[in-house]
């Protein structure tokens, strides 16, 4: 049962045009969201959040969007650089439960092409 | 500040065999998780330790266990090692009710079971 699923296992993006990178869930319980990026050999690190009483967040040339009823949200990078190729892992947890453990989706390979 | 420590980097084992990873928290830290993140799928929730007691388990089998020390650091250890425990073994802290404010992983340990 994947209760978080990222749709797209990669994204080919031109340097400077925006990356819009996809991430659905299923528990209705999920209240907090999280981005992870993970360059090879590295762990993953984190990115930027958002919660569920909120549908955007911004930082930087990073923002995430969130559509409740359509349990879906997306990340946008605008303008894409060529150091921002990576793995970028979508994950989602229910606040107040023991420790918030992580669920997350099975990752997008974003190459941005100078 | 070092981040979170992982050893060994490597490591190949032979099917039945029993394996230790360990791990030592970003300093601050008083939270470990543990994800195993297999070839081309995202990280999965192994189990998490607080105050040296196992908080939450994902749904992995008795052969997975783990430890937590008094100074936080943490432990992970496999028994009867199959093919299907190859997989790149992630450690995470937080500290404990600001999980919201991203974990902190650690490179991994990769294990290849022959």
């Known amino acids: 049962d994947q209760q978080v699923k990222q749709n797209s296992p990669s994204l080919s993006v031109q340097e400077g045009r925006i990356s819009i990178l996809n991430c659905d869930y299923t528990n209705s319980m999920f209240d907090y969201f999280l981005w992870y990026k993970k360059y090879p050999a590295e762990g993953p690190t984190f990115l930027i959040s958002i919660s569920s009483i909120k549908d955007k967040n911004e930082d930087g040339r990073f923002t995430v969007f969130l559509n409740k009823s359509a349990k879906h949200l997306s990340l946008h990078i605008v303008p894409s650089q060529p150091g921002d190729s990576a793995v970028y892992f979508c994950?989602?947890?229910?606040?107040?439960?023991?420790?918030?453990?992580?669920?997350f989706g099975g990752g997008t390979r974003v190459l941005v092409k100078p | 500040d070092a981040g979170v420590t992982q050893s060994p980097t490597h490591l190949i084992k032979t099917r039945g065999q029993q394996v230790t990873l360990r791990c030592s928290p970003k300093s601050g830290h008083d939270t470990v998780s543990w994800y195993q993140q297999a070839l081309g799928q995202g990280p999965q929730f192994i189990f998490q330790y607080y105050e040296e007691e196992e908080r939450q388990r994902g749904n992995f089998p008795d052969r997975f266990s783990g430890h937590q020390f008094p100074n936080y650091s943490s432990e992970l250890n496999v028994n009867a090692l199959l093919l299907g425990d190859s997989a790149l073994y992630l450690c995470?802290?937080?500290?404990?009710?600001?999980?919201?404010?991203?974990?902190?992983f650690g490179s991994g340990t990769r294990l290849t079971v022959v």
């Open positions: 995470a802290s937080s500290l404990s009710g600001a999980e919201n404010y991203g974990y902190t």
């Open positions: 994950a989602a947890s229910v606040t107040g439960a023991a420790g918030n453990k992580l669920t």
